[in-house]
T-cell receptor, first 113, second 117 residues
Framework: AQSVTQLGSHVSVSEGALVLLRCNYS??????LFWYVQYPNQGLQLLLKYTTGATLVKGINGFEAEFKKSETSFHLTKPSAHMSDAAEYFCAVKKAGNTPLVFGKGTRLSVIA | GAVVSQHPSRVICKSGTSVKIECRSL??????MFWYRQFPKQSLMLMAT?????????EQGVEKDKFLINHASLTLSTLTVTSAHPEDSSFYIC?????????????FGPGTRLTVL
């Protein structure tokens, strides 16, 4: 079975500081990995995804993530936090085919002025 | 492309009534759709997998008689919460699989906020 662990339910950073949201996965097969962002009372927005190829993936809004198979990790980073980045972030994993995404518990990012 | 809509976006109903939520893939066909539920400040939990033309597959602990799923066409799946009670109040999100890639990308609807009084 696949699973996702997001370390830290709440991360707080200062505006302009580095954002690092941690995600580790467990999968018996090569995984497809995703990061989503959810603003209050809204649906999910895809930030980025890793499917195949380059292990460093760039997404929207300046976010990027690196797939590290040896560490079973897919941490999300952004060099400089902006106030508008404050939201809930979910890491998710899936297998190939018509299989559902399995989500981590989420990390709430707060950005302090 | 790859837009998924949900209707209604928000619904308030009295306890004991039934509520139907529609999930539509607007510009692609989806043989598989998924229904998730999200309680406040929690993650998305998969409720069921909806396959066009066949019965839905429910996750453990989800009552199939309470959450009726119908996937009658390649662009529409419906979730009916029967005899809703306050504990069913939640954010319900659907997603639709677009075939054609090895990972069968999943696209999410904007969600439906259900409040049962």
């Amino acid at each position: 079975a696949q699973s996702v662990t997001q370390l830290g339910s709440h991360v707080s950073v200062s505006e302009g500081a580095l954002v690092l949201l941690r995600c580790n996965y467990s999968s018996s097969v090569p995984p497809y990995l995703f990061w989503y962002v959810q603003y209050p009372n809204q649906g999910l927005q895809l930030l980025l995804k890793y499917t195949t190829g380059a292990t460093l993936v760039k997404g929207i809004n300046g976010f990027e993530a690196e797939f590290k198979k040896s560490e079973t990790s897919f941490h999300l980073t952004k060099p400089s936090a902006h106030m508008s980045d404050a939201a809930e972030y979910f890491c998710a994993v899936k297998k190939a085919g018509n299989t559902p995404l399995v989500f981590g518990k989420g990390t709430r990012l707060s950005v302090i002025a | 492309g790859a837009v998924v809509s949900q209707h209604p976006s928000r619904v308030i109903c009295k306890s004991g009534t039934s509520v139907k939520i529609e999930c539509r893939s607007l510009d692609f066909q989806a043989t598989t759709m998924f229904w998730y539920r999200q309680f406040p400040k929690q993650s998305l939990m998969l409720m069921a997998t909806s396959n066009e033309g066949s019965k839905a597959t429910y996750e453990q602990g989800v009552e199939k008689d309470k959450f009726l799923i119908n996937h009658a066409s390649l662009t529409l799946s419906t979730l009916t919460v029967t005899s809703a009670h306050p504990e069913d109040s939640s954010f319900y999100i659907c997603s639709a699989h677009r075939a054609g890639t090895s990972y069968n990308e999943q696209f999410f609807g904007p969600g439906t906020r259900l409040t049962v009084l």
